[in-house]
């Protein structure tokens, strides 16, 4: 009897502490924690992104509209790959989850898929805030270079789907502001609310900075690239003396001057359609 009365209190705790994990995150299950969980895994798939994409030089022919012509496309190599492969995964419902955003949605096909019931959690305004075009400029613009080597290899099919897979995974990551700045309003909707109505958005950003938690990311993000893009050696070689598939200094850059503003710029962008 004694044991099936701490079996009941243990099954009685448990749904409690399930009950109370519920009420503080909500239905939808987002919490702060979940939500930086998810950013923390993000940094994985980037960086990964990152090395898989260095394998191969800048392959300029894959960029060129005048090269690796496709009948009946007016574009470069990567926009066919990246418009086609898209338009697979629209008809599969990838872009029926609120985390993702696709980069050309205007040549997207419904979804031929029964859709799952993702979570409701975003405010309605959150389907307009959409940076993509920002993004694939930046990109292949200004990022690109810095981190693969100059060259041509010839691989560029290739070349441009290491480019979109890692270009999604920097979406994926920079959009995911939306839900940090739910959780953040949800919590405190008395601080937001009154910048919000004032349009003041350096009244936001200010509010949705946090400088220790950005050093403490890029700080990790550096590490990580160490642990995940070194070279393997089987003798002892000296850390000074130890090469990387890609330079963990620029991995702390990117997200020190690109990612983590733009984060939260997607942030103040859909905060401001917050009381819409």
């Given at each position: 009897?004694?044991?099936?009365?701490?079996?009941?209190?243990l099954m009685l705790?448990?749904?409690?502490?399930?009950?109370?994990r519920m009420?503080?995150?909500?239905?939808?299950?987002?919490?702060l924690d979940s939500v930086r969980d998810a950013l923390v895994r993000e940094e994985d798939t980037i960086i990964f992104g990152l090395i898989e994409r260095a394998k191969f030089p800048i392959n300029s022919h894959t960029y060129d509209e005048n090269c690796n012509k496709?009948?009946?496309?007016?574009?470069?190599?990567?926009?066919?790959?990246?418009?086609?492969?898209?338009?697979?995964q629209a008809?599969?419902?990838?872009?029926?989850?609120?985390e993702e955003n696709p980069f050309f949605p205007e040549n997207l096909p419904p979804s031929l898929v029964t859709s799952y019931p993702f979570p409701q959690f975003l405010h309605a305004g959150a389907a307009s805030v959409n940076i993509n075009k920002s993004i694939w400029k930046l990109y292949f613009h200004e990022l690109l270079p810095l981190f693969v080597a100059s060259g041509d290899d010839g691989n560029y099919a290739q070349t441009a789907a290491s480019d979109l897979s890692l270009l999604q995974a920097i979406s994926r990551r920079i959009h995911y502001g939306k839900f940090v700045a739910e959780v953040k309003f949800r919590q405190s909707p008395k601080d937001y609310e009154p910048l919000i109505r004032a349009k003041d958005k350096e009244g936001l950003m200010k509010l949705l900075t946090f400088e220790k938690v950005e050093e403490m990311v890029r700080k990790r993000v550096e590490k990580k690239a160490k642990v995940f893009g070194q070279n393997v050696m089987l003798d002892h070689v000296d850390d000074r003396n130890k090469k990387y598939k890609v330079d963990p200094s620029f991995v702390s850059s990117l997200y020190k001057k690109w990612l983590i503003p733009l984060t939260k710029d997607v942030e103040v962008d859909y905060l401001l359609r917050r009381l819409d």
């Open positions: 009897m004694m044991i099936r009365f701490g079996l009941v209190v705790l448990a749904i409690c502490t399930v009950r109370c009420a503080k995150a909500g239905n939808d299950g987002f919490t496709v009948p009946g496309f007016s574009g470069s190599l990567v926009e066919f790959v990246a418009k086609n492969t898209e338009a697979v008809k599969a419902g990838r872009y029926q989850n609120p």
